[in-house]
């Protein structure tokens, strides 16, 4: 079974809903979709992006969420009844183990995973069941994380070294923290065509009115791995403190600067 590095806490989740709103218009305007299409969302979340998507198809399309999290699945479910809408619908699924109804293979027009990968021990598993999902023409979309190329400026004092640690405790739990530059490698793999890729831009800098979010944001990921960090000796409890606190008079100056893309491709279903 993989593991969610960062877990599943009230703080988590807090985090998460607070990144949505930073980022789903620029995924959003990535996907092009159409009025009527049918979406699956694998690891769905908190539903966020997946009523976003729902939305933009219209009452003639569907969005079906498949979230592993309990705790994630249950707010999803709660926002969903809160609206009252038709045409979307969440449940409990192993993205590594997909498992649709008999009727559902091949009847997608799009099928969608969002820093997904990163996450499972086997991604090509993931991939493979987003292809199967999808029918003749359908498009899968990845988007997902390369966490070598995330850079604050001017660098606090302790970054490169806590970076590093959060990086390391990827491979603890048999993830990837690289995934986002293997996109394209694993869509062809899984027999997908007409493959293209791009980025998202997941960066800010100080004047901006979301500056202070981006940088809880990374204040955010960094304590939710707190545990496992020191756990597996990966870092003394004295320098991730240390770190954190520049990091924190980092994100006040007047010249702070956070540069991190979101990698993304997409392929088609021949």
């Known amino acids: 079974m993989s593991n969610y590095i960062h877990g599943s806490a009230p703080e988590e989740q807090a985090r998460l809903a607070k990144l949505n709103e930073l980022i789903n218009m620029r995924c959003m305007n990535l996907l092009s979709l159409r009025q009527g299409d049918a979406i699956l969302d ?3 979340g908190l539903g966020q992006f997946t009523r976003a998507m729902a939305s933009s198809v219209g009452a003639k399309g569907r969005c079906l969420g498949i979230e592993r999290d309990k705790n994630q699945l249950k707010t999803a479910l709660q926002k969903m009844e809160a609206l009252s809408v038709n045409n979307l619908e969440f449940r409990q ?3 590594e183990n997909l498992e649709l109804n008999a009727g559902e293979w091949g009847s997608f027009d799009l099928a969608h995973a969002r820093f997904v990968l990163e ?7 993931v991939v493979e069941g987003m292809a199967k999902a999808v ?10 994380d390369d966490h070598e ?16 640690a959060y990086i390391r405790s990827y491979d603890r739990l048999g ?5 986002g530059r293997r996109l394209v490698s694993l869509l062809h793999q899984s027999g997908l065509q ?16 979301t500056f202070s979010a981006y940088a809880r944001n990374v204040i955010g990921i ?8 020191l756990k597996e000796n990966l870092i003394a409890k004295t320098s991730f403190e240390e770190a954190i606190r520049h990091i924190e008079a980092w994100s006040l100056r007047p010249d702070a600067a956070l540069w991190y893309t979101i990698n993304w491709a997409e392929g088609v279903k021949a």
């Open 42 to 44: 694998v690891g769905s």
């Open 93 to 95: 699924g192993n993205a």
């Open 119 to 125: 996450h499972v021990k086997q991604p090509e598993s």
């Open 135 to 144: 029918k003749k023409g359908g498009r899968v979309v990845l988007a997902d």
């Open 149 to 164: 190329i995330f850079k604050l400026f001017p660098e606090p004092a302790g970054f490169s070294i806590i970076w590093q």
């Open 175 to 179: 993830n990837d923290p690289y995934v």
């Open 194 to 209: 007409a493959i293209k890729n791009d980025a998202v831009f997941f960066g800010d800098c100080a004047g901006s009115p």
């Open 222 to 229: 960094l304590d939710g791995a707190k545990e496992l960090m």
